[in-house]
């Protein structure tokens, strides 16, 4: 095993320490940028399998490189390294928001600084994670702690010049207080761009899929998991690492181990084999997020050719092929999940290819890798 396939496999903590990435143009530079987001993706072999883990690894690299193309010198750092001190004058810095770090205050105003958006506005994430638990605590009479359902306030909106913002118009909206020019840019998928199924959708209209991270509540796991379990005829595949969460699990280990049509499978490798075969044999993802950047579960599973029972807040722009969750409410979710679960062989499968298609035009890396530029070009002057 080589060292970088080595760094693929250790601890995320070691990513988080004071190490840098030079990577130098060729020729003369035009200029440096301090680029503070992942650093792990620059020690990843071509085909390793974290690539598929989450978009952002590619993401982060991509954006380095986009920048090095203009010309300039590009120091990387991980977003979470509080022990990094600049040594070098850098003329631009672009960041994804760590609360705890310093860093914007040690560089000299003349620097332009840039930040990079993931989510919806703290406070708007907040109060929607408030009401999630307040809601889950009336029906299930017992309190959950917010954890990963809240974040702290980004006082890194007030020292930047613009922000680049990975979500739909509602997510871009959240932001409208605040005052700063927003840059949409189009999530990537970190599944195969090009996949293909023989979906016999007769069979599958039976099988949904909810696939997500951390923050079960504000993604609404737990409304969907209460709407599947009044409707035994249907079944749901559970993905994500919902074991790290035992507070979660303790409420809902019913619904997740002693339901027999839900079927718990932690996390998944979402480009392995296991996900592709029971994704060819579902028909829709239920996600009810209340709030998000842009949901890459929902972009990945379109991709895939699932038709998409969302909410407008997961950040994905669903045109009229899926089903858009306005309230999210246990019934909302139940009406909308029967609806298409009683849809035509034939309307299925024209909406799972509508969907693939959608996903196929807005949502790749070449779409991504173009919004970005446009961006850079845009602040950089090239």
Same mark, same amino acid.
């Given at each position: 095993?080589?060292?970088?396939?080595?760094?693929?496999?250790?601890?995320?903590?070691?990513?988080?320490?004071?190490?840098?990435?030079?990577?130098?143009?060729?020729?003369?530079?035009?200029?440096?940028?301090?680029?503070?987001?992942?650093?792990?993706?620059?020690?990843?072999?071509?085909?390793?399998?974290?690539?598929?883990?989450?978009?952002?690894?590619?993401?982060?690299?991509?954006?380095?490189?986009?920048?090095?193309?203009?010309?300039?010198?590009?120091?990387?750092?991980?977003?979470?390294?509080?022990?990094?001190?600049?040594?070098?004058?850098?003329?631009?810095?672009?960041?994804?928001?760590?609360?705890?770090?310093?860093?914007?205050?040690?560089?000299?105003?003349?620097?332009?600084?840039?930040?990079?958006?993931?989510?919806?506005?703290?406070?708007?994430?907040?109060?929607?994670?408030?009401?999630?638990?307040?809601?889950?605590?009336?029906?299930?009479? /017992?309190?959950?702690?917010?954890? +990963?359902? !809240?974040?702290?306030?980004?006082? &890194?909106?007030? $020292? *930047?010049? =613009?922000?680049?913002?990975?979500?739909?118009?509602?997510?871009?909206?959240?932001?409208?207080?605040?005052?700063?020019?927003?840059?949409?840019?189009?999530?990537?998928?970190?599944?195969?761009?090009?996949?293909?199924?023989?979906?016999?959708?007769?069979?599958?209209?039976?099988?949904?899929?909810?696939?997500?991270?951390?923050?079960?509540?504000?993604?609404?796991?737990?409304?969907?998991?209460?709407?599947?379990?009044?409707?035994?005829?249907?079944?749901?595949?559970?993905?994500?690492?919902?074991?790290?969460?035992?507070?979660?699990?303790?409420?809902?280990?019913?619904?997740?181990?002693?339901?027999?049509?839900?079927?718990?499978?932690?996390? /998944?490798?979402?480009?392995?084999? +296991?996900? !592709?075969?029971?994704?060819?044999? &579902?028909?829709? $993802? *239920?996600? =009810?997020?209340?709030?998000?950047?842009?949901?890459?579960?929902?972009?990945?599973?379109?991709?895939?050719?699932?038709?998409?029972?969302?909410?407008?807040?997961?950040?994905?722009?669903?045109?009229?092929?899926?089903?858009?969750?306005?309230?999210?409410?246990?019934?909302?979710?139940?009406?909308?999940?029967?609806?298409?679960?009683?849809?035509?062989?034939?309307?299925?499968?024209?909406?799972?290819?509508?969907?693939?298609?959608?996903?196929?035009?807005?949502?790749?890396?070449?779409?991504?890798?173009?919004?970005?530029?446009?961006?850079?070009?845009?602040?950089?002057?090239?």
């Amino acid at each position: 095993m080589n060292i970088k396939e080595i760094l693929g496999k250790i601890d995320k903590r070691f990513f988080n320490q004071p190490t840098v990435v030079t990577l130098r143009p060729k020729g003369t530079p035009k200029g440096r940028v301090l680029f503070s987001y992942l650093i792990e993706p620059f020690f990843l072999t071509e085909n390793a399998g974290r690539w598929r883990s989450h978009t952002n690894l590619w993401e982060s690299r991509e954006m380095a490189r986009v920048v090095l193309e203009g010309g300039y010198e590009v120091d990387v750092i991980h977003y979470q390294n509080d022990a990094f001190v600049p040594k070098k004058k850098y003329d631009y810095f672009i960041f994804h928001y760590n609360p705890g770090a310093a860093l914007p205050d040690c560089l000299p105003k003349a620097c332009r600084k840039f930040l990079h958006i993931t989510g919806s506005y703290w406070e708007f994430r907040n109060n929607g994670a408030a009401k999630r638990l307040r809601d889950l605590e009336q029906r299930k009479k /017992v309190t959950l702690f917010a954890n +990963r359902n !809240k974040i702290a306030p980004n006082t &890194a909106l007030k $020292i *930047v010049e =613009a922000a680049t913002m990975m979500g739909n118009d509602f997510t871009i909206g959240t932001y409208e207080s605040c005052g700063l020019k927003m840059h949409r840019i189009y999530s990537s998928p970190s599944v195969d761009e090009n996949f293909s199924c023989q979906r016999n959708h007769d069979e599958a209209r039976r099988n949904f899929i909810w696939l997500g991270s951390g923050g079960f509540v504000l993604k609404g796991l737990d409304l969907v998991l209460e709407a599947f379990s009044h409707m035994p005829h249907l079944h749901l595949d559970v993905f994500g690492p919902v074991e790290g969460d035992m507070d979660f699990i303790e409420v809902y280990r019913r619904e997740l181990y002693e339901t027999s049509n839900i079927t718990m499978h932690g996390w /998944v490798d979402v480009g392995g084999e +296991r996900f !592709k075969k029971i994704v060819e044999c &579902a028909v829709a $993802i *239920v996600y =009810a997020s209340c709030s998000e950047g842009s949901s890459t579960g929902v972009i990945n599973c379109m991709h895939m050719g699932l038709i998409p029972i969302a909410s407008y807040q997961s950040g994905v722009d669903m045109g009229d092929v899926g089903i858009v969750l306005k309230e999210c409410s246990i019934d909302e979710i139940k009406g909308a999940v029967e609806k298409v679960s009683q849809m035509s062989a034939h309307e299925l499968e024209e909406r799972s290819k509508a969907a693939a298609a959608l996903a196929r035009s807005r949502y790749t890396r070449s779409a991504f890798r173009k919004s970005y530029k446009k961006f850079v070009d845009s602040v950089m002057g090239w």
